[in-house]
């Protein structure tokens, strides 16, 4: 019998569990920071994570056992392959400790067993100085019910100050050839060379308890993205069951067979809704002075318009402070978006998505599996905000039989230039969604 599983709605659920690493070809437990080897996928997830929900692990353990996973014989030995030994996203970090004896590659959690190690290998006694360094560890697995235990070296040490501060400068060094599919298809590297990511990332930080203004520009566009969520579900109320299907479509002609989801853990909501927090206040802080970030002239009057509002408060009236702020960054947020693909400036959207593909912790480019994740929160975004541009929540009231269009005419006038045949980051996000998100699997039982 034939089963086909489509992941298409879940694997972003089942990415707050598992994070797939594509060069070790492995499945790593978020929870526990360790790879599953695949025979004990199954029994890992029933036993030991017991209160993910039943169907997201099952999910999972399929997801898993279609998956090209190799045994932690084979992962080791690539490790040992790489030349570059990078750390492992997910993976937990332990402190332990490194043998500095010759090439010697002994890697131990504790002194103790350290010093065991160097008496019964190198001879070494008592009276000798150190021969071993403190080393932050990683293992690829773990646990009594696994018996390959390998550790694995942090290359990035604190003490390492002067490669540390060229660390996230991006150069790009390799061939196109050389590249992954991956950074390749996404061109980050050719897009940021030169450009300092730390600096890029901290302008998408979330705003300090000593900015009330960012704050406040923080607040206010996660009620509106919350707003815009709520006029989804306005439609369905409503009757207009057609809208939803044709929000979650990524074809031109055709909605989609399924509506779009109205139902998102408050979690899930909740960090959709940050990548639209950092991104306004991203474009706040780069219009101040990131010159690689830039605005066409619309956007930039609108960003200081709200700038200014922030300044122009009464204090008797907070309400209407705020109901002004939320509708400068819609505004702002539709005119991002409508970044026509002829604009002489740079799509600050598609560079902002980008600057989220770099893990400033790791200091590398982050894999498909967990980007996708990010994606799926941006177009989140952009589609209930562009619902909401097209049909205001304030006039659906006058929408009946006897209006010249109804309400799927009006909404398909902006999703069919703006979510379908804009550029950049739908583009991305749609062919990213074809890659990656329709992972349809068959399993022959
Ligand atoms: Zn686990
Ligand atoms: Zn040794």
């Keep these: ?19 797939y690493n594509s060069i070790y070809h492995t499945l790593i437990c978020r929870q526990c920071g360790y790879a599953i080897p695949q025979d004990w996928i199954m029994r890992h997830f029933r036993q030991f994570h017991k209160t993910i929900p039943l169907v997201i692990r099952q999910d999972i353990i399929n997801y898993g056992l279609s998956l090209d ?17 990078s750390p492992v996203d997910s993976l937990t970090i332990h402190p332990g400790f490194k043998c500095q004896h010759n090439d010697c590659l002994k890697y131990t959690r504790t ?15 008592a009276k000798d100085s150190i021969i071993w360094t403190t080393q932050q560890l990683q293992s690829f697995f773990g646990g009594h019910y696994v018996k390959y235990v390998y550790l694995m070296t942090i290359l990035i040490l604190d003490s390492d100050k002067s ?5 996230n400068q991006v ?33 998408s930080n979330a705003p300090g308890m000593q900015e009330p203004h960012e704050r406040r520009i923080w607040d206010a566009t996660g009620r509106v993205i919350h707003a815009c969520f709520n006029g989804v579900i306005d439609c369905q109320e409503r009757g207009w069951t057609l809208i939803p299907f044709w929000l979650r479509s990524v074809d031109r002609n055709k909605e989609d067979t399924k509506p779009f989801r109205t139902y998102f853990a408050p979690a899930t909501l909740y960090r959709y809704a940050s990548y639209w927090q950092q991104y306004i206040l991203f474009s706040l802080r780069a219009m101040m002075g990131e010159e690689s970030v830039q605005f066409t002239l619309k956007q930039r009057e609108c960003l200081l318009e709200l700038n200014t509002l922030l300044y122009e408060i009464n204090v008797t009236d907070e309400a209407n402070n705020n109901s002004k702020i939320e509708k400068k960054i819609l505004e702002l947020s539709v005119l991002l978006i409508q970044h026509s693909d002829y ?15 770099y893990n400033i912790e790791w200091k590398q480019w982050r894999q498909p599996l967990e980007y996708t994740t990010i994606l799926a929160g941006i177009q989140f975004c952009t589609h209930v905000i562009m619902l909401e541009a097209a049909l205001p929540r304030i006039n659906r009231d006058e929408i009946d039989e006897t209006s010249s269009e109804n309400p799927v005419e009006l909404f398909r006038k902006v999703r069919d230039k703006w979510l379908i045949d804009g550029e950049g980051i739908i583009l991305l996000a749609k062919s990213l969604i074809n890659q990656e998100h329709h992972l349809i699997i068959f399993i022959v039982s």
Excluded at 1 to 19: H, P, V
Excluded at 163 to 167: C, I, V
Excluded at 174 to 194: A, D
């Design 1 to 19: 019998m034939l089963q086909t599983y489509d992941f298409t709605l879940d694997i972003e659920i089942m990415n707050q569990y598992i994070s």
């Design 69 to 85: 996973l190799w045994h932690p014989s084979q992962v080791h030995e690539q490790w040992q392959n790489m030349n570059v030994k």
């Design 111 to 125: 002194e103790v067993s350290m010093k065991q190690h160097c008496r019964k290998t190198h001879e070494w006694v």
């Design 163 to 167: 490669h540390q501060a060229t660390l």
């Design 171 to 203: 150069r790009d060094s390799q061939s196109l050839v050389t590249k992954t599919p991956w950074l390749r298809h996404t061109r980050w590297e050719e897009i940021f060379i030169g450009k300092d990511m730390s600096e890029l990332v901290k302008l």
């Design 343 to 357: 604009a002489k400036e740079r799509s600050s959207l598609v560079y902002f998505t980008g600057v989220l593909g």
